[in-house]
């Protein structure tokens, strides 16, 4: 539920989402109300590319992650994700 809420790119359902989740859990309410919308939550990214690696694609990632690693042992790459 936080993911949608997080990447959800229409104000309207950001805020009805928003109001669920601040009436479920009092930790999260107080932790959201102090930070400000605009550095969690993509509706409200109103720069438009300080967070837009929330939308950015699982695979995309993901390539860039193996680019950094291709020059690693397979032990130590082994290693890294098991350990």
Same mark, same amino acid.
């Given at each position: 539920m936080l993911h949608r809420i997080f990447t959800n790119p229409?104000?309207?359902?950001?805020?009805?989402l928003y109001e669920d989740l601040v009436e479920t859990d009092d930790t999260i309410r107080a932790w959201l109300k102090v930070e400000p919308k605009e550095k969690w939550a993509l509706s409200y990214d109103l720069s438009g590319h300080r967070y837009g690696n929330m939308t950015k694609n699982l695979l995309?990632?993901? $390539? $860039? #992650?193996?680019k950094i690693i291709h020059g690693l042992l397979v032990s130590v790459i082994?290693? #890294?994700i098991f350990f």
């Open positions: 229409s104000k309207q359902e950001f805020d009805i995309d990632i993901f $390539n $860039n #992650i193996l082994v290693y #890294i």
